[in-house]
C-alpha cells in the first residue's frame, strides 16, 4: 500500500489523482499565475489535487543560448508569491547541493531532474530538509533501479518520496514509455507519478532545443490513468508556441479542462469511482 504524503496545505493519497504541473520554466510572473490559476479552478472541480510547478533555473537545456529562466533568488520569489497568492503548493527543480538550503525555505516540494537522479550527494542534502521530493526517474534507468534511489534517500530519515516516470531513451532523439514500469515502481511503496509531457519530447530533435509531439499525450496520460497511476505531470502553457522551453510537448491551457476531464473519467472507471463523484460539465 502506497502511504499517503502531505504536501504543503494538499495530501496526496492513493486513490484520488493529483497533478503537478505548470510553464516548463518560469518566463513571466503573469504567465505562471495565469496557469496556476486556471489550473488551480480545473482541479478543484475535477477533484484533482493541484500543485504548481516551474522551473527557476533549467540547467540542462540543449543550447548554451536557451533561456533558463531568471535564477533562483528571483524564481523562489516568484514562486512563495504563487503560493500566497492562490493557496497551491509549488514545487521546483534543484539541480545542485548549494541550490537546496534556500529552496526548501521556500518551496512546499523539491524535484530532482531525471539527469541527476542517481548524484547520491543530492538526494540525501534533499531528503535531510524533511520536505516531499519528487524524483524523475532517469531515462537510463530500468524500474527496478529506483530501489537505489529509494534506498539513499529513505536512509537519511525522509519517507515523503514521489517517483516520476519520464520515458526511456530509445535510438535517436526519442523516448519511449513502457507501462510495465508503474505497477512495478508502485510496488515499492510510494506514490509513482507520470510525467506526460517530457516523455514526447524529442531530446535535442531541432538541433539546438528539442521537439516534442503533443498530440499523443492525452492517450498517454488516459493509459496511465487506466493503469492506476498515482499523479501526473504535466507541462502547460498559455501559448506553448511562443514558450521558451519545451513549447513543442507543452499543452495549451485552454485545452485542459477536457484533458483533464476525459482523464480523470478514465481513472475514476479504473478506480471503480465512476458516477460516485460530481458530475463535471466538458
Known amino acids: 500500500m502506497r502511504q ?7 495530501t ?3 486513490g484520488r489523482l493529483f497533478l503537478i504541473a505548470g510553464p516548463c520554466v518560469i518566463e513571466h510572473e503573469d504567465i505562471l499565475l495565469e496557469t496556476a490559476e486556471v489550473l488551480s479552478a480545473v482541479c478543484a472541480d ?22 533558463r529562466g531568471p535564477g533562483l533568488e528571483q524564481g523562489l520569489k516568484i514562486l512563495a508569491d504563487i503560493r500566497n497568492r492562490l493557496g497551491v503548493p509549488v514545487i ?3 539541480h545542485a547541493v548549494e541550490e537546496i538550503r534556500p529552496a526548501a525555505e521556500v518551496l512546499d516540494a523539491l524535484q530532482i531532474p531525471a539527469f541527476l537522479c542517481r548524484q547520491t550527494d543530492l538526494i540525501v542534502a534533499a531528503s535531510k530538509t524533511g520536505k516531499p ?9 530500468a524500474p527496478w ?12 530519515g525522509n519517507d515523503n518520496l514521489l517517483i516520476t516516470e519520464r520515458g526511456v531513451s530509445f535510438g535517436y532523439n526519442n523516448l519511449v514509455v513502457d507501462f510495465r514500469a508503474f505497477p512495478v515502481m508502485q510496488s515499492f511503496g510510494y506514490p509513482v507519478v507520470f510525467d506526460v509531457t517530457h ?4 531530446p535535442g530533435g531541432q538541433g539546438t532545443s528539442s521537439g516534442g509531439q503533443r498530440e499523443f499525450a492525452e492517450p498517454l496520460a488516459k493509459a496511465a490513468a487506466a493503469i492506476g497511476v498515482d499523479g501526473l505531470f504535466m507541462e502547460v502553457h498559455p501559448e506553448p ?11 495549451r491551457l485552454d485545452e485542459m479542462r477536457g484533458f483533464l476531464g476525459r482523464v480523470k473519467a478514465m481513472y475514476d472507471l479504473a478506480q471503480g469511482q465512476a458516477g460516485r463523484k460530481k458530475e463535471v460539465t466538458i
Open 4 to 10: 499517503a504524503i502531505s504536501v504543503g496545505s494538499q
Open 12 to 14: 496526496l493519497a492513493p
Open 46 to 67: 475535477l477533484d484533482i489535487t493541484y500543485i504548481c510547478k516551474s522551473s527557476f533555473d533549467k540547467a540542462n537545456r540543449t543550447s548554451l543560448s536557451s533561456f
Open 92 to 94: 521546483s527543480d534543484i
Open 133 to 141: 521530493v519528487n524524483v524523475k526517474k532517469g531515462q537510463f534507468l
Open 145 to 156: 533501479d529506483v530501489k537505489n534511489i529509494i534506498a539513499k534517500f529513505t536512509a537519511a
Open 199 to 202: 516523455s514526447l519530447q524529442l
Open 241 to 251: 508556441e511562443k514558450a521558451l522551453c519545451d513549447g513543442p510537448n507543452m499543452i
